[in-house]
Structure formats: C-alpha cells, structure tokens
C-alpha cells in the first residue's frame, strides 16, 4: 500500500531548538496514533504536514505532493489544531460557514455541510450560541466539526482529546473511529498513552524530535526484547501456581500481591508463558478467577522506550 | 477555486468577523468624537455657517486626516497578518484551499472597506451637521466628496503600508506608531521635497484648496501648514502606487514566511 503521508529526513529547528531530528516516516490509511511527552515533536510535526511550516530539512508530502504552499491539498485534508483557539465572536454555526466558503460551495452546499457537521459532534442545538460562550468540551467538537465539514480523505488531529472530560472523549473517540471505518486517513496526536489505545494499535513513538518507534503494538514488542512482561494470575492457590513456574528460565521475577491471593510473573517470553500456564492450571487443578496484564498497555512500553 | 475568487471569500468572512469585534466597536465609537464636536459647533456657531464651518471642517479634517484613518489602518492594517499569529487562528486560514496572497488582499479589503464605512459614516454625520445650513449649495457636497476621496485614497495606503509592517514584524504596532503618529506628523512639516517622504503630504496635495488659494482664509489652518502641494494626479498615483507595492509585497512576505508561534 502505498504512503498517504510521506516524511523523508525531516528536520526542523526553531533558533538553537531542535523540534524535529531527521524524521523518515510513511503514514498508511486508517487511524495512526502518533505518542510522545509534551515537547517531543508531534505539534511541529504536525504542523509541518499541513503546511504550517517549511523543513530545514527533507521533504514531507501528502500523496505524493509537497505540502508547503500547495493550498489545493488542502481540499482533502481536514486539521484540528492542538490550540484552543477561535474566532470567538462568532456563533458555531457562523464559524463553521464561515471556513466552508473557501472550498468554493455553493451557499446551499455550505449550509447542508455545516449543518451535517454539526450534527455530527451534536451541536445543532447549540449552533446559534458565540464561541466564546461554549465549554471546553463543546469547543473542542466544533474544532472537530471545523475539521470535517468538507468530507476530508486525510483527517489530522493534534491533541484533540486533550482537556476533555471521559464522557467528552468517549463521544470523540467514536466520531474519530467512524470516520476511520469510512476508508479515511486519521494520524491523531497525543501524550495520553490510553487514548491513543482507545483509538489504534498502529502507533508511532516520538521523543526529543525522533521517532522512537513505530508499529502495531506486537511490532512495537518484538523491538524490546529485553522488555519484560508483567502478567497477573489471581488464583485460589498463587504459591502452589507459583511453585510449578520456578523452574522456568523465561521467568525473571515473581512477586504477591499482598492480597494474597495474585501473583504477579515478569517474563520476556509472554506467548510461551500464557501457553504453560494453561498446562499447569489444568495439570495441578488451580482455580484461576483472573489473568490479567498490567503493563498490557502503551504506557510501559512508552517508559521503556523513552528510557533505552 | 481562482485566486480572485478565495479572496472575495476571505473578504465576505472577515468583512462579517470584522464588524462583530470589540475592536470595530471602539473604533465606531471613536468615530462619534467628530460627531459630537459638529453638534457643538452647530449649537453655539448657529447662523454664522460660512467662514466658522468652513474653518471647523477643516478642524475636523485635521481628526480625521492625521488621527482617525492613521490609526484605525494601524490597527486593522496591522491585524491582517499579526493578529492571526497572534491569537493563532492561521491554521484555520492556511491549512485550506486557497492562496496565502488571497488571505492577504481579502483581509486587506474586507477591513479597508469596514473602515471606509466607519470613516464615511463619521465625516457624512459631521460635515452636514456642520454645514447644515449651506445644504442648497452644490459645492459643499463636492467638497463631501473630495474629502472623502481623500480619506479613502489614506485608508488604502495607510492600510497597505501596515499590513505589509504586519507581515514582517512581530511588533507591528510599535513601529506602526513611530510611523504614523511620529514620522508622518514631523516629516510633513519638513520645506522643500522632504515632505514628500510621507504619505500625508500626497493626501493633503489633494485637498480640495490650496494654501493661498482663497480669500476666505481656507488654507491657512493646520492642515496647509507649510504644505507645497504635489499635483493632483502625481499625487494620486504616488498614493496608488504605495497601495500597490506595499500590498504586493505584503502578499510576497505572507506567502514564503513561516509563521512560528511564540512558545
């Protein structure tokens, strides 16, 4: 499948900071999350796919073409910007018409799009309030609504989670995961490891202006090899469990909770253990009421990645 | 979409923004000072409209001459590139389908004719309010109309000079006002060709009397002081070309700079 998004040897420096270091990266179609601390790169990043700012260095395209002062590429893209920004003396209804006219619609076509994007992120009600009047959680839908009101191919969100309360991020989780079930491009930038989880396996790890890595999360595994695995067997007897395992060489640690009834394996060789692990439950008769993996999630993968 | 056709769409989004901000409120506001100075004029110079109204108008002309249109372009002018830095709204402007020259010249025309009305608005109120009682006399509206040609030719290139400064500075404002309220008030005292160093000078030139020119004592006021008129065409086209060049260039500098965010 061929790159919808294509950086090559990007670079971007700001004075003496280095925002971004020699990035080579090909963004495929469906929803890529792209991860790092704040300060990492991913605004300047983003900014530099949408034409924002020029490359000290490489090139960055978006099917094929470059980016910077190319305005016709914008036709497919639709970007929501990390910042809570606004022309706030507008209604959302205003607003959103507002930036519809310069696709060149027709004032029917820009009032049905902006109508349908409001009903999207469920502001049709709301439509005749100011901006400046709306929550922070509305302010951050009628960005999104901003962002795909002209039915973009190419969906770029920086942050767009951030500051939103559970409910608000569920709701735009699921506007974010429609839109990707539609056969678009989504690249969707955060620093909250769950988030990204909510939304995609395919993520890219950005840290100090590099991409740390870059994969589904296997893929992501199979590049820390020396990573351990924490898996959590809560079970009615965890010593009699843990005294099968003592013997295998693939487990580093075990530990008890002190609930007396979890323990707790580190282990590089996760699948294997998983595999063994049915054998003895079955094998010895343990009654096991939950198997769980704590650091089954970006978060420690993020740490150990950050830290190498 | 044509380049021409993104502009006329910027221009109909930021003509609308434009009348809805605080900004445009003060600046109206501020329109209504001439207003209340005609009515003043009116009540205590009644039935002595000739040379009063005449020496009045052209107090008012000093208002809006060298204040009102220097600072209403300053700020609007100014605005067409630093305010979208400033309160980062321009990647709502640059990340669509249309040309950075076309958010230049829309912006710039949208405000240039939101502060032609308040202009308009405010030297129509007060000049007849002044003039009230010559209304039958045909000169005093080509008069109006003079004056407001010349204001109109200010706006533009006092508009254009700023938002080119806009582009380039980050503290636009700053130098806008050495510019206008400093080096355009100085300069156009200076004898001799100095004067014509400022855009002033060529707005005056086209006022519609010269120093000198009538017995009545029109020209002897502020606005003719040490004024050696350029001709009206000459000075027309100076004032068309420092629209012209500066908006282009503003176009040229919005076009190939990065604006980086101040974090």
């Known amino acids: ?47 530099l796919i949408t034409g924002q700012l020029k490359p000290n260095i490489g090139t960055v395209t978006i099917r094929g073409r470059k980016v910077w002062n190319d305005p016709e590429i914008f036709r497919g893209i639709g ?3 990390e910042q809570d920004v606004f022309y706030e003396d507008v209604t959302g209804w205003e607003f959103l018409k507002g930036l519809l006219r310069f696709y060149g619609y027709t004032p029917a076509e820009i009032a049905e799009r902006a109508a349908r994007a409001l009903d999207i992120v469920g502001l049709t009600e709301d439509k005749d309030r100011l901006i400046r009047g709306y929550s922070r959680g509305m302010r ?64 890219v790890l950005i840290h100090q202006g590099k991409i740390l890595a870059q994969g589904d999360i296997p893929f992501i595994r199979e590049l820390i090899e020396k990573h351990p695995h924490q898996i959590s067997v809560r079970s009615s007897d965890p010593r009699a469990l843990a005294a099968r395992f003592v013997g295998d060489t693939s487990i580093q640690k075990m530990t008890f909770d002190p609930d007396g009834r979890t323990v707790v394996v580190e282990t590089h060789q996760r699948d294997g253990f998983f595999g063994r692990l049915t054998g003895v439950v079955l094998e010895a008769g343990i009654e096991v009421d939950e198997i769980s993996s704590p650091d089954d999630n970006l978060q420690s993968v993020f740490e150990y990645l950050v830290e190498k | 979409m044509t380049a021409a056709k993104a502009a006329r769409q910027v221009f109909g989004f930021f003509g609308f ?15 209504l000072i001439p207003v209340a100075l005609a009515i003043l004029v009116r009540v205590f110079l009644h039935g002595r409209a000739g040379l009063m109204a005449d020496v009045s108008t052209e107090i008012l002309m000093v208002f809006f001459l060298q204040f009102y249109i220097v600072i209403l372009a300053l ?25 950075k020259t076309s958010i230049v010249l829309g912006k710039f025309a949208a405000y240039a004719a939101l502060m032609f009305a308040m202009v308009g608005l405010s030297l129509g109120l007060s000049y007849f309010i002044i003039n009230a009682a010559r209304l039958g006399d045909p000169e005093v509206y080509g008069t109006f109309l003079r004056y407001l040609g010349v204001l109109g030719l200010g706006i533009l290139a ?36 100095t004067q014509r160093f400022s855009v002033v ?63």
């Open chain 2, 75 to 99: 700020f609007y002018g100014t605005s067409v590139a630093a305010e979208e830095v400033e309160n980062r709204t321009l990647s709502y402007l640059i990340t669509r389908p249309i040309p």
């Open chain 2, 17 to 31: 923004l434009g009348r809805r901000t605080g900004k445009t409120r003060v600046f109206a506001a501020l329109g």
């Open chain 1, 140 to 203: 951050q839908r009628i960005k999104f609504a901003q962002a795909v009101a002209h039915d973009p191919e190419i969906l770029i969100l920086d942050e767009p989670l951030s500051g939103l309360d559970p409910l608000g991020k569920r709701k735009l989780i699921r506007l974010i995961r429609d839109f990707k079930s539609q056969g678009r491009t989504v690249l969707v930038s955060s620093h909250v490891l769950p988030e990204i989880e909510a939304l995609t396996s395919r993520i």
């Open chain 2, 201 to 263: 000078h060529y707005l005056k030139s086209l006022l519609p009397y010269t120093p000198g020119s009538t017995p009545t004592g029109r020209g002897v006021a502020l606005l003719l002081f040490r004024l050696e008129p350029t001709s009206p065409v000459v000075a027309v086209l100076v004032l068309a070309a420092i629209t012209g060049v500066l908006l282009a260039l503003a176009c040229v500098v919005f076009r190939t700079k990065e604006y980086l965010p101040e974090e």
């Open chain 1, 79 to 81: 970007f929501c910007t």
């Open chain 2, 158 to 193: 006092y508009t254009a000079f700023f938002t080119f400064l806009g582009t380039v500075l980050k503290r636009a404002i700053i130098v806008g006002l050495v510019f206008g309220f400093g080096w355009e008030n100085v300069i156009q005292y200076f004898p001799g060709s």
């Open chain 1, 1 to 47: 499948m061929s790159a919808v998004i294509a950086a090559t040897n990007l670079s971007k420096w700001y004075g003496n900071v280095l925002g971004l270091n020699d990035v080579t990266l090909e963004l495929e179609e469906g929803i890529t999350g792209l991860l790092g601390p704040n300060g990492a790169g991913k605004s300047t990043f983003m900014k």
